[in-house]
């Protein structure tokens, strides 16, 4: 069994002020396999997003350890971080972080660029991805020429370019309409089961979830509960969630 994701008895704690210490992820083991499709859920405060920024080694767990790919992140220099980031990780934010100075093409195209990649097979590997995520025709656009299911696209494009071994998303529906919010799932979707992407999704969002295979629910930095899709319709899994997130209480977001 290929666990692209190991995590393992992972803890942050952050000192704060008089020596207080807020423990927001606290012992927490799970692994994702190749070729998942698993969101974090949880409401706020519940250390989803924390425990997604050690995973995207921008934060440094207290204690545990994280592979990807067979490599444990907690011991990688820090100079060699973002080299690390850049060759294995896709990530796809809530506010698309896309360069408002360069074309769609070259928003996708720049960690490749990066990576010293040869010109043909950069046009190459963007046209490829554009086509099977259907923006080929607005790649000589610039971002705000374009609309906002469009921008998250190109987002999905740049975070699949490099061939990543895993791929991290943020709260990706956060900023989009409903109509553009279940575009990007499906997309998501379709980089998964299409492309063999594994994608790691932190939500708060029931509709949202409804589009993965698996879901770990965290409360107070623990897992409290596990759901998996298996032949469960869309509609049944999102029952489902609802019934999960009536038992955790706090705030959620039942509705697209």
């Known amino acids: 069994m290929n666990h692209v994701l190991k995590v393992e008895n992972v803890k942050k704690y952050y000192g704060s002020f008089q020596g207080v210490m807020t423990k927001a992820v606290c012992g927490i083991t799970f692994y994702v396999q190749e070729g998942e499709f698993v969101a974090i859920m949880g409401a706020s405060g519940s250390g989803k997003t924390t425990l997604l920024n050690c995973i995207s080694t921008v934060d440094q767990v207290t204690s545990g350890t994280i592979c990807i790919d067979g490599k444990d992140i907690t011991k990688i220099p820090e100079n060699d971080l973002s080299d690390f980031r850049r060759e294995r990780l896709g990530f796809v934010f809530q506010d698309f972080n896309l360069l408002d100075t360069l074309t769609i093409e070259e928003n996708i ?34 971002p705000y020429e374009v609309s906002g299911g469009q921008k998250q696209r190109c987002a999905c494009a740049r975070a699949l370019i490099n061939h990543p071994t895993l791929i991290l998303a943020d709260e990706p529906t956060g900023a989009l309409d409903s ?18 992407a ?58 697209k």
């Open 198 to 255: 594994t994608i790691l999704m932190v939500t708060h969002d029931s509709f949202s979830a409804s589009f993965c295979k698996r879901i770990l629910f965290l409360k107070d930095g623990k897992i409290f509960n596990e759901i998996i899709r298996g032949n469960k319709t869309r509609k049944e899994f999102f029952n489902e969630i609802l019934d999960v997130q009536t038992l955790l209480g706090g705030d959620f977001n039942h509705v």
């Open 109 to 142: 195209a720049l960690s490749l660029i990066m990576n010293r990649v040869k010109a043909k097979e950069i046009e190459d590997r963007v046209m490829m991805i554009a086509k099977k995520l259907g923006i080929q025709d607005i790649l000589k656009k610039f």
């Open 179 to 196: 109509k553009s919010a279940r575009m990007l799932l499906e997309t998501l979707m379709e980089m998964n089961e299409e492309l063999q």
